[in-house]
């Protein structure tokens, strides 16, 4: 009985000690948001490549709503824009945040 206590308090003090050490923001596996792949992409998308992306996405959308004389596409086209120029700026700052 001693030993299931022990080895129960053991184990809760290892998960505690590495529960501490996860917290968010702090892994760089794919780098940072200016270094390594992450930061390649992150500056390419919020960049002259994102904008680009915007503008063909925007037109796309304006092709498309004419062809078939709805709104819709136009608004999904804005929609994808707007995504495509602000959400890595967004995403960073979610998975920086800090409590």
């Given at each position: 009985?001693?030993?299931?206590?022990?080895?129960?308090?053991?184990?809760?003090?290892?998960?505690?000690?590495?529960?501490?050490?996860?917290i968010a923001g702090t892994?760089?596996?794919?780098?940072?948001?200016?270094?390594?792949?992450?930061?390649?992409?992150?500056?390419?998308?919020?960049?002259?490549?994102?904008?680009?992306?915007?503008?063909?996405?925007?037109?796309?959308?304006?092709?498309?709503?004419?062809?078939?004389?709805?709104?819709?596409?136009?608004?999904?086209?804005?929609?994808?824009?707007?995504?495509?120029?602000?959400?890595?700026?967004?995403?960073?700052?979610?998975?920086?945040?800090?409590?």
């Amino acid at each position: 009985m001693k030993s299931i206590k022990s080895s129960t308090l053991t184990a809760l003090v290892i998960f505690a000690a590495l529960a501490a050490s996860a917290i968010a923001g702090t892994d760089t596996t794919f780098g940072t948001a200016t270094t390594g792949p992450l930061g390649t992409l992150t500056g390419w998308m919020t960049g002259s490549m994102g904008q680009l992306f915007a503008i063909g996405a925007l037109s796309v959308g304006l092709g498309v709503g004419i062809v078939k004389q709805s709104i819709m596409a136009v608004v999904i086209g804005i929609a994808v824009a707007l995504a495509a120029s602000t959400g890595p700026t967004v995403l960073a700052a979610i998975f920086t945040a800090v409590l």
